[in-house]
């Protein structure tokens, strides 16, 4: 499967992005996705996931109530929408998907996009 990020930018703290993910070359509608997160010298962390049927997502503590996941199963793509943003949500984020169950452990995904930069400043 491949996987093709966009939406990523510069924008101010409080302010707003629209991150998109589209698919290609498995079938969707049995896949799980996920957005995860990787700043400078850290380890790539989780961010939110939805089931392939959209009706189930999990998210990080850290950005519940602000950070939205959804998707469009006749499109094939996923999108995260980004509210209220802070300082610290600056990093470069990935979609990924995996057949099966939504999960929030980076090592269960096995497709990736190439990544997008979102800089949040002060």
């Known amino acids: 499967v491949q996987l093709q990020a966009s939406g990523g930018g510069l924008v101010q703290a409080g302010g707003s992005l629209r991150l998109s993910c589209a698919t290609s070359g498995r079938t969707f509608s049995s896949t799980a996705m996920a957005w995860f997160r990787q700043q400078p010298g850290k380890e790539r962390e989780f961010v939110v996931a939805?089931?392939?049927?959209?009706?189930?997502?999990i998210s990080a503590d850290s950005v519940k109530g602000r950070l939205t996941i959804s998707r469009d199963n006749a499109k094939r793509t996923v999108t995260l929408q980004m509210n209220s943003l802070k300082v610290e949500d600056t990093a470069v984020y990935y979609c990924?998907?995996?057949?099966?169950?939504?999960?929030?452990?980076?090592?269960?995904?096995?497709?990736w996009g190439q990544g997008t930069q979102v800089t949040v400043s002060s």
């Open positions: 939805i089931s392939n049927t959209g009706i189930r997502t």
């Open positions: 990924a998907a995996r057949y099966g169950s939504v999960q929030w452990r980076t090592s269960q995904y096995d497709s």
